[in-house]
């Protein structure tokens, strides 16, 4: 089997109600939707997730004119899906960043793969050390009151656990969490996610004011880059430390083991580079004995696929807490087990029930598109690409 043809469709899909990070308010989810087509008429899905300049550097135009351009031609069309592993190999040799581009190549591999062995992913993965992900709740930034009752509901929804993210105002974080302890009791499980966002001294001055609610963590309290910092800041506060923007690449992760300068990690597969190189990456984090928590870029029940496969197969993840809730972000729900997700790149979204993802059964992702959803939310000026059409090879 050779991949004969490879497109690329640029998709906005609305969120029923926008989601508040610090500094930025997401209405659209901009992703890329890759299929990969064989001379045998199997063709592999993936979808990119939500782009953003400040978390991966990468945009629809970006992983288009990457893949387009660089990786279809060079190590795609022509070649046999089945050689996963030679053909991440051969995209990390030639392209030096790009990890969501890449993830999104390796997800449709996958799924491909998956669909001619006719098999569901995790049985590439290892098969099954749970049937399903725990999921946390990721509230979205605004007012005490509007965050403390999103976290009541949540916990009633069945989410062990809830993250909240920083707006930067260090009283507000603290009100956050001071209320939502005094609303969930002592056994609720609490994070609150900094983003990079605070710089060493705030990041210290915060963390000694929050120390006293027993989080469960705090998740990147200073700079992607400080590293140095953020094993400092760990010697000084109790709040365990979770690297998120820190923890990409391998060498990343290495320098965080020396360094001593977390206590966990969090991984999306697209910071990763794909379901591969995660598998790599767990393999780190397990080494070092670090707990880990996947988390999404937020995207359709296509995006949610990898990681939900992946959370279940892998039996170092599956022991840990996630949050991969795109499709419920985006329709404002919390499960799609009594109620339908219809704002979705997926006809047939993985169920999320009682604060659980179950990942699809059925050949590869096991994920229908909803090809009618796509046609009519082609990002607004843009077009799907395509490359190659090998034919009568
Ligand atoms: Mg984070």
Same mark, same amino acid.
């Given at each position: ?23 930025? @308010? ?10 990969? $087509? ?10 990119? *997730? ?5 978390? @991966? %550097? ?14 279809? +031609? ?39 793969? %998956? ?13 099954? #050390? ?10 979205? =930034? ?12 949540? $916990? ?5 656990? &809830? ?5 930067? #105002? !260090? ?6 969490? @001071? ?15 900094? #983003? ?26 200073? +700079? ?12 000084? &506060?109790?709040?365990?430390? /979770? ?16 360094? @001593?300068? =977390?206590?966990?990690? /969090? ?26 928590? !996947? %988390?999404?870029?937020?995207? !359709? ?7 939900? $496969? ?9 022991? /840990?807490? $996630?949050?991969?809730? %795109? ?36 050949? *590869? ?7 009618? /959803? ?20």
């Amino acid at each position: 089997m050779i991949i004969t043809k490879v497109e690329l469709i640029p998709v906005s899909t609305p969120l029923v109600k926008p989601f508040i990070m610090p500094g930025t @308010r997401i209405t659209h989810i901009h992703s890329v939707v890759l299929k990969l $087509h064989t001379d045998e008429g199997i063709v592999g899905y993936g979808d990119s *997730g939500d782009t953003s300049t400040w978390y @991966r %550097g990468e945009t629809q135009e970006s992983m288009t004119a990457m893949i387009a351009n660089h990786i279809a +031609p060079a190590f795609l069309i022509g070649q046999d899906p089945l050689n996963i592993e030679k053909i991440v190999g051969q995209m990390d040799t030639f392209v030096r960043d790009n990890n969501q581009a890449k993830a999104l190549v390796d997800f449709a591999l996958h799924d491909l793969k %998956g669909k001619a062995l006719g098999v569901p992913v995790y049985q590439l993965l290892g098969g099954k #050390n749970a049937e399903a992900s725990v999921q946390g709740w990721v509230a979205s =930034a605004g007012p005490v009151d509007q965050v403390v009752a999103e976290a009541v509901q949540a $916990h009633e929804n069945g989410f062990c656990l &809830i993250k909240l993210k920083s707006d930067g #105002n !260090s009283d507000h974080d603290v009100d956050n969490v @001071r209320e939502v302890r005094a609303a969930l009791g002592d056994s609720a499980r609490i994070v609150v996610d900094a #983003n990079g966002f605070w710089n060493y001294d705030q990041a210290l001055k915060t963390m000694r004011r929050l120390d006293r609610y027993g989080m469960e963590c705090i998740e990147q309290p200073v +700079p992607h880059w400080d590293i140095e910092g953020m094993a400092r800041l760990r010697t000084r &506060i109790d709040t365990p430390i /979770f690297a998120d923007e820190s923890a990409q690449e391998l060498h990343n992760i290495r320098e965080i083991i020396e360094r @001593r300068a =977390a206590d966990g990690l /969090f991984i999306k597969m697209q910071k990763a580079g794909g379901l591969l190189k995660a598998q790599r990456w767990l393999t780190m984090a397990r080494l070092a004995d670090m707990a880990v928590m !996947s %988390g999404c870029m937020i995207g !359709s029940g296509l995006e949610a696929s990898p990681s939900a $496969h992946l959370m279940i197969a892998n039996n170092w993840a599956s022991q /840990f807490t $996630h949050e991969n809730l %795109g499709p419920l972000i985006i329709n404002n729900q919390w499960e799609n087990a009594e109620q339908t997700i219809t704002q979705d790149i997926a006809l047939n979204v993985p169920v999320f029930a009682d604060g659980k993802l179950y990942p699809n059964e059925g050949p *590869g992702f096991g994920i229908e598109l909803n090809e009618e /959803f796509i046609a009519t939310h082609i990002t607004e000026g843009k077009q799907t690409v395509t490359v190659g059409e090998l034919v009568g090879v």
